[in-house]
Nanobody, 125 residues
């Protein structure tokens, strides 16, 4: 069982930046593919960003390309989501996800094995 804890959410204004962090338990972080998803009230969970086990490959949802960046720090068991030029439509609960193993970037909910509880991000206009 892998436990995940997201931090860094909050209330920001349109155009601001925010960095989310997700720290996992366990000693095999370097074998995890990682992802960030978001879910707004009444909407389906949406892929935001993913990073491969090696960290060399990343992928982004169309709505955040060019604005968000995902990175990982294996020494700290942490994955980050740097968000810039934020928009009100970025408002959502942001969730971190872990997939054990695999050599790609994963963009679909069912491809992940473990999930955090999420951190709320609210962007005011």
């Amino acid at each position: 069982q892998v436990q995940l804890a997201e931090t860094g959410g909050g209330l920001v204004q349109a155009g601001d930046s925010l960095r989310l962090s997700c720290t996992t338990s366990g000693r095999t972080f370097s074998t995890y593919a990682l992802g960030w998803f978001r879910q707004a009230p009444g909407k389906e969970r949406e892929f935001v960003a993913g990073i491969s086990v090696s960290g060399t490959n990343t992928g982004y949802g169309d709505s955040v390309k060019g604005r968000f960046t995902i990175t990982r720090d294996n020494a700290k068991n942490t994955v980050y989501l740097q968000m810039t030029s934020m928009k009100p439509e970025d408002t959502a609960l942001y969730l971190c996800a872990v997939r054990v193993g695999g050599g790609s970037v994963y963009t679909v909910v069912y491809e992940y094995d473990f999930w955090g509880q999420g951190t709320q991000v609210t962007v005011s206009s």
